[in-house]
Nanobody, 125 residues
Framework: QVQLVESGGGLVQAGGSLRLSCAASGRTFSGYRMGWFRQAPEKEREFVATISWSAGNTYYADSVKGRFTISTRIAKNTVYLQMNSLKPEDTAVYYC??????????????????WGQGTQVTVSS
């Protein structure tokens, strides 16, 4: 049974930093991409960043490029999202997801098979 468990969310002031973690278990993730998405109240879930598990190729949403960094620690089966220079508009529930690489559309939620329960990030102004 695949499990993705996020942690590291919280309340931070604008300009601050947080690091989210996603502990993955239940299968091998080679051949998969790991993604971070977020959903603010009354908004659709949106792509934040993705990384291919084995090759480490990364892609970012324009809104977070230069501020957020996605990375993996394969030995710990963990994906991280380092978030710097946070803004109030980054406030959302952040979700970790895993999807097979052979699906095109790394920024499309439907292309991901597995999801975590989410962790709240709140940025105060």
């Amino acid at each position: 049974q695949v499990q993705l468990v996020e942690s590291g969310g919280g309340l931070v002031q604008a300009g601050g930093s947080l690091r989210l973690s996603c502990a993955a278990s239940g299968r091998t993730f080679s051949g998969y991409r790991m993604g971070w998405f977020r959903q603010a109240p009354e908004k659709e879930r949106e792509f934040v960043a993705t990384i291919s598990w084995s090759a480490g190729n990364t892609y970012y949403a324009d809104s977070v490029k230069g501020r957020f960094t996605i990375s993996t620690r394969i030995a710990k089966n963990t994906v991280y999202l380092q978030m710097n220079s946070l803004k109030p508009e980054d406030t959302a529930v952040y979700y970790c997801a895993a999807g097979a690489l052979y699906y095109s559309g790394y920024d499309v939620p439907l292309k991901y098979d597995y999801w975590g329960q989410g962790t709240q990030v709140t940025v105060s102004s």
